[in-house]
């Protein structure tokens, strides 16, 4: 069996195409969908998606700040920054890029956004909503992998689900939405005990880890979907997944390619979430308008 590719390139084009209308729809409403990015820090790669997620925003014809803070700022101040964010009617949606510098508080910068332009879904309303089956906003990452899952039409109720990461960004809200799909899930983490005999028994399995190529070919049920969040910059500089694609291609039934899966789709719906949002603030203001 060779596995059919998960273009998660095209089908993000294919949406971003579509965001286009909706974003032109919005702004004739008066609520062009605004994104506003935090960046602190010098982190090279934060550097690159954040270039590319406000490019992404101005393509779509969005509204875009980008704020970029030097690591050495006082945590207090970023704070101010995003509560002020949170009360600019220009942006709908406000990311902060993680990693942050050492010093600070991850948790207490994300409880700063507000829970109404928390695009990621990090704030712990939004966590709570998405756990009770009722979410706002999906976290980005995985909320692309079931849109992929839905665009090749396949199937999670009734599937063996296997998440390899619990991370609160990816392998923790993946595990909600998949059970909230109806597929029967396990996650599997740094103390999970033998791997291998978890990962066999996917029909979907979700790599969410960090660690080049650990997922091999015999650790793969025939026939499985594979999705492969991981992305890992190798010492020649070239990008590769947590999956070996190559020898798991030949074993699986669908696979998403890195790059160009997951990556792209994260980005489609950081788009789509402002987007949602901003439908949200037009609507809520078209109601005052009309009391
Ligand atoms: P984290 O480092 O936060 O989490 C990694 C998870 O993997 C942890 O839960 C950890 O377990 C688990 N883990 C580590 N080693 C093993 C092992 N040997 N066996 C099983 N599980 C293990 O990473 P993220 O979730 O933030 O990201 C994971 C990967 O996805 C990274 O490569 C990242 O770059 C990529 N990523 C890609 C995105 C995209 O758009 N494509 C978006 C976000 C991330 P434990 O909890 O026990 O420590």
Known sequence: ????????????????????????????????????????????????????????????????????????????????????????????????????PRQYDEAAVLAAVSAQKDVDGFHTENVGALALGNPRFIPCTPKGVMVLLQSAGIQSRGSDAVIVGRSNIVGRPMARLLLTADATVTVCHSRTRDLASHTRRADILVAAVGRPAMITADMV?????????????????????????????????WITPVPGGVGPMTIAMLLANTIEAAQQAAEQSERFLGD
């Open 1 to 100: 069996m060779t596995a059919s590719i998960l273009d998660g390139k095209a089908i993000a084009q294919r949406l971003r195409a579509q965001f286009r209308d909706q974003v032109a729809a919005l702004a004739a409403r008066g609520q062009r969908p605004g994104l506003a990015v935090v960046l602190v820090g010098e982190n090279p790669a934060s550097q690159v998606y954040v270039r590319n997620k406000v490019a992404a925003c101005e393509e779509a014809g969005m509204f875009s700040e980008n704020i970029v803070l030097p690591a050495s700022t006082d945590p207090a101040r970023v704070i101010e920054r995003i509560e002020a964010l949170n009360r600019d009617p220009r942006i709908h949606g406000i990311l902060v890029q993680l990693p942050l």
């Open 221 to 253: 049920k025939p026939g499985a979907v594979v999705i492969d969040v991981g992305i890992n910059r190798l010492a020649n500089g070239k990008l590769c997944g947590d999956v070996d694609f190559a020898s798991v291609r030949a074993v699986a039934s």
